[in-house]
């Protein structure tokens, strides 16, 4: 065992109904590492699975993309057909990756359940992710490569070109999840992005409902809202944007018509963002409210604003929030990100986020 593993075997003997809060708290780590080290101590049969250990591992399922994230940044005008000088970063990336981290900053446990290559890409992946949340579940293919997204930004920071390469991510078929039924069924809520196949979708829709398991389901592009599932009766949230709506309806409408589309569907809650439109929120029992977006003097860089803004949405509702703030939080946190270099944004904690919400209110 190393270090934080002897001190938390130490801990638990002395107290063995103590909090993974309170372990955290003494052995200075995320509640997220102290979850991994739980789970490893588990599988060497050094902990048996005393109840605080169950009653605590209740998580946010992610399911969905986890991807190494390339950004190439213009250092002037780009020009096509020729050679253009830039400064290019590497990050651990993926809708439902970075939704993770962004959970696992804001103190809420969160377990990734992904797919991905046997690869150093990978291994980048999991190095960056494990801090934030739970990877055991996490199935690697030898026959595949693990996922990739290489974007061109101009000087200004706004996305000219963005390069996926995402085949794996069709090996989330519902027989791979089936594998993982029990992790599912235990679940706080399910929160899976577009990424996943139709077929996938569907069978978590079913799955949430017989099991009256909260779903989120979080679109990441226009051309993937065919992917929903055809019954969206009783999901819990739908996170998406105007252009997806747009094209899942097929027209022009405004977000309050839209919004009013998607609850017509069943759907319990949707959030519709719109850029520096802002946002809104609809929901079975409040209706449907305008959520201004915050002005920004200069934006840094848009990649993993969308996953910032979902992540606090699903912090801000379990926290028990009013429809209202429950989608200001989600701007404001998508904001801060479009302030930083970063995917994820390193200053974000709970605290932080409550602090951002006074500021920018």
Known sequence: MNQNEQRLIQL????????????AEVLELSRSSVANLISG??????????????????EVICIGGANVDRK??????????????????????????????NLGRLDINAKLLTVGGKDKDWDYIADASAPYMNLEDVTQFTEATTGSYTAVLNSSGDL???????????????????????????????????????????FLSQLAKYHRIALILVTVSAPKMARL???????????????????????????????AKWLELGISNVIITNGKEGAVI???????????????????????????FSAAVVFAWMQGNAPVDI??????????????????????????LHEDLEELS
């Not at 638990?12 to 372990?23: A, E, F, H, T």
């Not at 101590?41 to 209740?58: F, H, P, S």
């Not at 055809?230 to 409408?253: H, K």
């Open 12 to 23: 638990i003997k002395k107290d063995p109904y103590i909090s993974q809060q309170k372990l």
């Open 229 to 259: 599932p055809e019954d969206l009766n009783g999901v819990a949230w739908l996170i998406t944007n105007r252009d997806e709506s747009e094209a899942y309806f097929n027209g022009s409408f405004s977000l309050r018509d839209l919004a």
């Open 72 to 101: 190439f940044y213009a250092d002037e005008a780009l020009q096509q057909g020729t050679s253009n000088p830039v400064t290019s970063t590497q990050t651990a990336g993926g809708v439902a990756r970075n939704i993770a981290e």
């Open 160 to 202: 000219i070109y963005g390069l996926a390469d995402m085949d794996i991510f069709e090996l989330m078929t519902p027989e791979w999840l089936q594998v993982h039924s029990p992790v599912l069924l235990q679940a706080k809520c399910i929160l899976v992005d577009l990424n996943c196949p139709k077929e996938t979708l569907a």
């Open 282 to 308: 609809g929901t079975e029992k409040d209706g449907i409210n305008h959520i201004p977006a915050v002005e920004t003097k200069k934006v840094v860089d848009v990649t993993g604003a969308g996953d910032a």
């Open 327 to 352: 989608a200001r939080a989600g701007v404001v946190n998508a904001t801060k990100t479009l302030l930083s270099p970063s995917t994820v944004r390193p200053d974000l904690t709970a605290a932080q």
């Open 41 to 58: 101590l588990m599988k060497q049969g050094y902990i048996r699975g005393k109840a605080y250990v169950l009653n605590e591992m209740e």
